[in-house]
Structures are given as structure tokens and as C-alpha cells.
């Protein structure tokens, strides 16, 4: 069992930046893929980015390359987005997941735990 907390989202304006976090709780999160999905009022839930348990492969949206950045920290259990740039559409929740598949994987289908998500909210 794996519990995730994100934290780090908020209201900022076109062009600014967020960090948003993910802590996990256990000793095994390095063993995990871990990505980010938002989720926008009236529509699905959408892949953004995901990094391999132990080698840090990424693998990101076309919509979010080149602006967000996932990383992640084994020691701390803890993992990261940042996100550049920021444009009114990227406005969503804003949730973390891990699972035992590959780091290619985009559906969420395939995530076993997730996080309660954090709001982004952008103005133009």
C-alpha cells in the first residue's frame, strides 16, 4: 500500500511557474513509475508525465514538452512537477500516481495508487 499527498498547486497567472510535489509514504517508492495526470471540469482524466522507479527515464504529453518537468527524489519519497510557462489551459486538478508498469504507459488504468490531486488554476 502506497499513500500520496501532492501539494504545491495554485492560482497564478499566464507565464508563471508552479512546483507541484507528490510524498509517499513506504519504504518501496523507488521500485514504482511515477507520473502526473490533470483532469480539467468535463473532461478525462489526461497523462501528462511519468519517470521510471530507479533509471529517471521521462516520458512527457506533447502537449507539456518543453514546459513541465518531472523529477523525483528516492530519498526524500517524494516526487516533483514543475511547470513553466503556464497557460490558461494547463487550468486542472492535478494528480500523482504510481505503479509497477513501464514508464511509457499513459492510461490510468494502469496506476495502482493515487494522490487526493492539487488545483492549478491559471488567468490569462
Known amino acids: 500500500q502506497v499513500q500520496l499527498v501532492e501539494s504545491g498547486g495554485g492560482l497564478v497567472q499566464a507565464g508563471g511557474s508552479l512546483r507541484l510535489s507528490c510524498a509517499a509514504s513506504?519504504?518501496?517508492?523507488?521500485?514504482?513509475?511515477m507520473a502526473w495526470f490533470r483532469q480539467a471540469p468535463g473532461k478525462e482524466r489526461e497523462f501528462v508525465a511519468s519517470?521510471?522507479?530507479?533509471?529517471?527515464?521521462?516520458y512527457y504529453a506533447d502537449s507539456v514538452k518543453g514546459r513541465f518537468t518531472i523529477s523525483r527524489d528516492n530519498a526524500k519519497n517524494t516526487g516533483y512537477l514543475q511547470i513553466d510557462s503556464l497557460k490558461p489551459e494547463d487550468t486542472a486538478a492535478y494528480y500523482c500516481?504510481?505503479?509497477?508498469?513501464?514508464?511509457?504507459?499513459?492510461?490510468?488504468?494502469?496506476?495502482?495508487?493515487w494522490g487526493q490531486g492539487t488545483q492549478v488554476t491559471v488567468s490569462s
Open positions: 513506504g519504504r518501496t517508492f523507488n521500485i514504482y513509475t
Open positions: 500516481a504510481v505503479g509497477r508498469g513501464s514508464f511509457l504507459q499513459t492510461k490510468p488504468a494502469l496506476y495502482d495508487y
Open positions: 519517470i521510471s522507479g530507479n533509471t529517471g527515464r521521462t
